[in-house]
């Protein structure tokens, strides 16, 4: 599946979510699919979890954040021993 074809399904409304991006259809939000991966789910168990959620959509959130940090600098927050 084509980028653009991915990222179409993640879509910004100021009236659903606080406007916050979210995997069209649902009120899933990328923050909350990233932070349930960043925690160790399972893509297949997330999937088990919203029915109706499709693999794509959990791929649609990876690109969209990576897109969205693409343009970010980061400052170090410091030195690790």
Do not use: W
Not at 13 to 26: H, W
Not at 54 to 74: M, N, R, V
């Amino acid at each position: 599946m084509k980028e653009q074809q991915l990222l179409e399904r993640i879509t910004l409304n100021p009236k659903v979510m606080a406007g916050k991006p979210v995997i069209r259809g649902t009120r899933l939000t990328v923050e909350y699919i990233l932070n349930l991966l960043a925690h160790g789910a399972t893509i297949s168990e997330i999937l088990e979890e919203y029915n109706g959620l499709t693999h794509e959509d959990i791929q649609a959130c990876l690109l969209f954040a990576t897109k969205a940090l693409a343009s970010t600098s980061f400052m170090p927050l410091g030195e690790s021993a």
